[in-house]
Nanobody, 126 residues
Framework: QVPLVESGGGSVQAGGSLRLSCVVF????????MGWFRQAPGKEREGVST???????RHADSVKGRFTISRDSAANTLYLQMNSLKPEDTAMYYC????????????????????WGKGTLVTISS
């Protein structure tokens, strides 16, 4: 088990910014491919952004140019900087770690054994 604890969610108006954080306990975050996923009410979970040692960063088309994923290996923390937020970004955001990450047919995902945080809620009002 790799404990992942997210924070930073909240409610902001459209056009605003938020920064999500995810602390990895007990393991080096650089060992895994890390990512942010989200699930809006009534929708399936989707990949938002991933970062891997060999794969670099990937972002879903819907957030390119607005969201930036990064990690501080020394602090064992993953971040998601979200700018120019839109109401359609409203969702529960989950931090995840996996053996690997990939992108196929526009879908971002983790593969292999994976671990998930409990999520942090982001609400964007128009």
């Amino acid at each position: 088990q790799v404990p992942l604890v997210e924070s930073g969610g909240g409610s902001v108006q459209a056009g605003g910014s938020l920064r999500l954080s995810c602390v990895v306990f007990g393991y080096s975050s650089s060992t895994y491919c890390m990512g942010w996923f989200r699930q809006a009410p009534g929708k399936e979970r989707e990949g938002v952004s991933t970062i891997g040692t060999y794969t670099g960063t990937r972002h879903a088309d819907s957030v390119k140019g607005r969201f930036t994923i990064s990690r501080d290996s020394a602090a064992n923390t993953l971040y998601l900087q979200m700018n120019s937020l839109k109401p359609e970004d409203t969702a529960m955001y989950y931090c995840a770690a996996g053996e690997g990450c990939a992108r196929a047919l526009g879908v971002i995902y983790l593969y292999g054994k994976d671990y998930w945080g409990k999520g942090t809620l982001v609400t964007i009002s128009s």
